[in-house]
């Protein structure tokens, strides 16, 4: 199993559907873009990675781990798949990701990151 994949708490007999970590930037709204930043800190939304093509877009689980910086608009999230038959062979470090109604954009990050800052 990869190392960089993590444990849910609320998730813990999913073992087949891994979670890892990503940091998710908030575009800012604009007119074609007027999604706001996501109400609670648990939420499930539509992605496309970059490793699987436009044509293909996955539901991702997001846990907020701490308040987002309003400056940066940034957040670190732990993130999985909704269905367990996903592709988690996208979940590794450095893969880019964005939400299917672009109002963010992600990358999925190893936990040595986190440590770093």
Known sequence: ????FLTWEKYNGDKDNPTVLAKV??????LKNKA?????TEFSLPVNFDMLGQDESWSLVLKVLEPANRTSREVVTQIKFL????????????N????????AKGIVIDADELRMR
């Open 83 to 94: 269905f367990e038959h996903a592709p988690h062979r996208v979940l590794v470090p450095g």
């Open 36 to 40: 706001q930043w996501p109400r609670g």
């Open 1 to 4: 199993m990869n190392d960089n």
């Open 96 to 103: 880019p990701f964005v939400f299917f109604d672009k109002a």
């Open 25 to 30: 930037r908030w575009l800012p709204p604009d």
